[in-house]
């Protein structure tokens, strides 16, 4: 099933110039193609499933590496940043990935609906994991590939398909995790509302205690299952976002570097640019000079493809 699901992905890509992250006509639902290794990349991942249909890549979480190849996926449970990188890709075999948001609503409303739900302990779970996709959620993720050739069909059968991959994951063999994800009033869900509540306030100064709070914990308790989740501290997931965000600004607003670092809540330029450097392995100036260069090369790259 992954060589089938490979084909359906290298046809689609085939028809579209360049190489690169495609959008598609289903909501949430993007097809990444890379004919050659790629640099690492930061990016926020949403709760998702990043399936490898041909290829390989590994992504990190804090001081998680996890890798992913043909016929594996990634699950990610958690918004958390991350960093990820093609490592095995060719012009003849180029690595092949489809990305699909999961809704958590959609999951607790499948498990609800189970027979014998699967068991989630009370111990914090990990947000983050690697699982097998042969069988069933092969063949699921080849049906939504090959929905995008009937527009009109989407969506019909677009939530159909989508609660049967939730069915999967669930009756699946980290069931347990994927239950202690959605579960609400869960240790795991009680974390995630605190993390909500730190996503929208990151640009704030905010104390461990207060997030605890949220989370109706102990601020150890609270602590241990946040990195549980997302192998990262409270303090490490804040200022990655912040990172994050401030690169964005300077790359589709123009922010300078004084403007991006107080607008994420950096008080002091000179800190900003030295976590910056820290994070993405060169100085705010010249890190957004080289990806405006790879931008403007890539964009090139499609106009003589076309």
Not at 187 to 210: C, D, Y
Not at 272 to 291: C, Q
Request: glycine share 6%.
């Amino acid at each position: 099933m992954p060589d089938q699901l490979a084909e359906a992905l290298l046809r689609y890509t085939d028809r579209r110039p360049g190489e690169s992250l495609f959008m598609t006509a289903i909501d949430g639902l993007a097809i990444m193609r890379a004919d050659h290794p790629k640099p690492p990349s930061h990016m926020i991942f949403k709760p998702a499933m990043c399936i490898v249909a041909q290829g390989a890549k590994w992504a990190t979480f804090g001081d998680n590496r996890l890798e992913y190849t043909a016929g594996q996926a990634l699950v990610i449970g958690v918004e958390t940043p991350s960093i990820g990188r093609v490592v095995e890709a060719s012009p003849g075999e180029p690595c092949l990935v489809l990305a699909f948001e999961l809704d958590l609503a959609i999951m607790r409303s499948v498990a609800e609906g189970l027979d014998t739900p699967p068991i989630a302990s009370g111990e914090p779970g990990r947000g983050v994991f690697v699982t097998d996709f042969q069988g069933p959620l092969a063949d699921c993720a080849l049906r939504l590939v090959r929905l995008l050739d009937t527009p009109k069909a989407i969506p019909t059968l677009h939530p159909i398909i989508m609660r049967e991959i939730c069915y999967w994951l669930l009756t699946g063999p980290h069931g347990g995790d994927v239950a202690r994800l959605t579960l609400a009033n869960g240790p795991s869900w009680r974390v995630i509302s605190a993390m909500h509540s730190l996503r929208n306030r990151f640009k704030e100064a905010v104390r461990v205690a207060e997030l605890a709070a949220v989370a109706q914990m102990s601020p150890s308790a609270f602590h241990r299952q946040f990195k549980a989740l997302t192998s990262l501290t409270p303090l490490q997931y804040q200022k990655q976002l912040r990172l994050l965000e401030a690169r964005r600004l300077m790359i589709s607003r123009a922010f300078n570097v004084e403007a991006a670092a107080f607008e994420v809540g950096y008080e002091s330029a000179s800190q900003f640019s030295r976590e910056y450097t820290r994070m993405f392995g060169a100085p705010p100036k010249r890190d957004i000079k080289h990806l405006q260069t790879l931008f403007h090369a890539d964009e090139a790259m499609t106009r003589d493809a076309a």
